[in-house]
């Protein structure tokens, strides 16, 4: 690590705690933050410490004895800030920014701290090399010595910077001047994820002295018995999580100051980063998805090809469809029938299902060409959840309709929202009306309509089914889809809801207006 021996970090050894828990410490911190504000009757802030003076005690000593165990070591807990009298000069909103500030640098010394013990006692292991082709070995550490050497020169300059004025201290500079190094391994690294994931599975399941080998390090106190899983996936949440740092930094800055531009900047540069990672995932992903139905799905209705690079698989599902016949005697007769529907971003297929998973499209229509309605008919017998289905322009060139019934009210609820057209931007500052929930327990999503939740996200709920699903928008980023309830509590005090929305409202203010700036 040719930058880390430049200069040795203060933070990185004083912390007993490996990024994965000091990140859990945290987010159940800022959970219960927002707890407590849900709590009280109006948003307060604590009162600056008025605290006799001191012995000044330096900041590099207090580097060097720091330690984030408890994972609340605070900008104003050092004892030459605590024992000055700067703190009773400062706002509450200029004591928050330091916070925020000195939060992302404590942090990524965890997080390095964490990234020496997945390089040196899981990377380098000659015990666990031995198991792995190069291949292997590749797809499943990727770059990850490049991550931690570049984490490793970032750390220093924060920490540098902190030291030459600890009451005034920036960090945005650092992270913009540290952002093409991100690019540079955080966008290969993150777009390996697919083949990273597949790998280990299959060690897991073929290879028994991989499994062996891995037993065994990861029961090494050196690792607190962490699996190597938590430490590969360390890069992607690291990243997504420094830039909700930097929002956290942008929200607290002073409209129109060189801070808040140079905030904004940085928060900008992350998110651009993290969107093109998510896009190359993506990518790899929509193609062998589209790759593995093209060998599923017959046509005996007009064939089109199915793979293109512009198209995507929003969501799909079997259906029971819903078809009236009259009978000899006049009287309306139910029949009912499976079909499977394909939606994509740019068409819609209907298909009868064949076995072995296999698929027959007995018609299609572009996304333009397709309408889903609620339908209040009531109907004797198990067949609830209904809605309507349009094609105004289907594979014969006409017009068709069809019933559906679902099994749950969730599931008729998501297919008329992903059936509808794309929806327009919200206002921000017009939503005061809608819920909001905080995320109590991460979400990893199981179908492509339902929206990846971290503990402590912020999400704007939009639609909600009486089976325990909810439909919303995160705050932070504008992502939307659906999650269980259960994963979330309820934000109920009214003045909470109304600063999480002028917060979102203020750092998307903020990019357009980087944006425009630019253009």
């Not at 004895?65 to 050092?78: M, P």
């Amino acid at each position: 690590m040719g930058g880390f021996a430049r200069r040795r970090s203060k933070l990185i050894n004083s912390s007993q705690l490996l990024y994965q828990e000091y990140s859990d410490v945290v987010l159940n911190k800022e959970i219960q933050s927002q707890q407590r504000l849900d709590s009280l009757g109006e948003v307060t802030w604590p009162a600056s410490p008025r605290q006799p003076r001191r012995t000044l005690v330096s900041s590099e000593s207090y580097l060097q004895r720091l330690s984030v165990a408890s994972s609340g070591s605070l900008w104003q807990e050092i004892p030459v800030v605590r024992n000055s009298t700067v703190l009773l000069s400062m706002t509450h909103e200029d004591q928050k920014l330091q916070e925020a500030k000195f939060e992302l640098i404590v942090s990524e010394a965890s997080y390095l701290r964490s990234l020496h013990v997945a390089v040196d006692h899981f990377q380098l292991s000659a015990p666990l090399r031995a198991t792995l082709s190069n291949q292997e070995y590749q797809w499943l550490f990727s770059r990850l010595q490049d991550v931690c050497e570049v984490s490793t020169t970032f750390l220093s300059d924060l920490e540098e910077n902190f030291e030459n004025n600890i009451f005034t201290f920036h960090v945005c500079d650092v992270v913009l001047n540290h952002a093409p190094n991100f690019r540079r391994v955080y966008l290969p690294y993150v777009t390996n994820q697919t083949y990273q994931e597949r790998t280990f599975q299959g060690l897991l399941n073929s290879n028994s002295s991989f499994r062996e080998v891995l037993e065994k390090l990861e029961s090494d106190p050196v690792c607190q018995r962490l699996s190597l899983k938590s430490f590969l996936i360390l890069p992607f949440q690291r990243i997504t999580r420094l830039k909700l740092l930097l929002q956290n930094i942008l929200k607290r800055t002073q409209p129109g100051s060189s801070e808040e531009a140079e905030a904004t900047k940085a928060h900008h540069a992350l998110e651009e980063l993290i969107r093109d990672c998510n896009n190359n995932v993506q990518r790899m992903r929509r193609t062998e998805e589209l790759i593995y139905l093209s060998q599923k799905i017959e046509f005996e209705c007009k064939i089109f090809p199915l793979i293109s690079q512009s198209r995507w698989l929003v969501k799909s599902g079997e259906l029971t469809a819903l078809e009236f016949s009259l009978s000899p005697g006049l009287r309306r007769k139910l029949n009912t029938r499976p079909v499977h529907l394909h939606l994509f971003n740019d068409c819609l297929l209907l298909s009868r299902p064949r076995e072995g998973s296999r698929f027959l499209v007995f018609d299609h229509a572009p996304f333009s060409s397709i309408r889903g309605e609620k339908c209040e008919m009531k109907l004797h017998g198990p067949h609830k959840n209904l809605f309507r289905l349009f094609l105004l322009h289907n594979a014969q060139g006409t017009q068709a309709e069809f019933l559906f019934s679902t099994e749950t009210q969730s599931e008729k609820l998501r297919w008329i929202s992903a059936l509808a057209m794309p929806r327009e931007e919200l206002d921000l500052l017009e939503c005061y009306d809608s819920p909001q929930v905080q995320c109590l327990r991460a979400y990893k999503p199981r179908e492509n309509d339902e929206l990846a939740l971290e503990k402590a996200d912020v999400v704007m709920v939009t639609q909600q089914s009486s089976d325990g699903w909810l439909e919303g928008m995160r705050l932070s980023d504008g992502e939307r889809g659906w999650f269980p309830v259960q994963q979330v509590e309820f934000i109920s005090n009214p003045e909470v809801r109304a600063r999480n929305l002028k917060e979102a409202h203020r750092v998307k203010t903020a990019k357009l207006q980087l944006v425009e700036q630019r253009t």
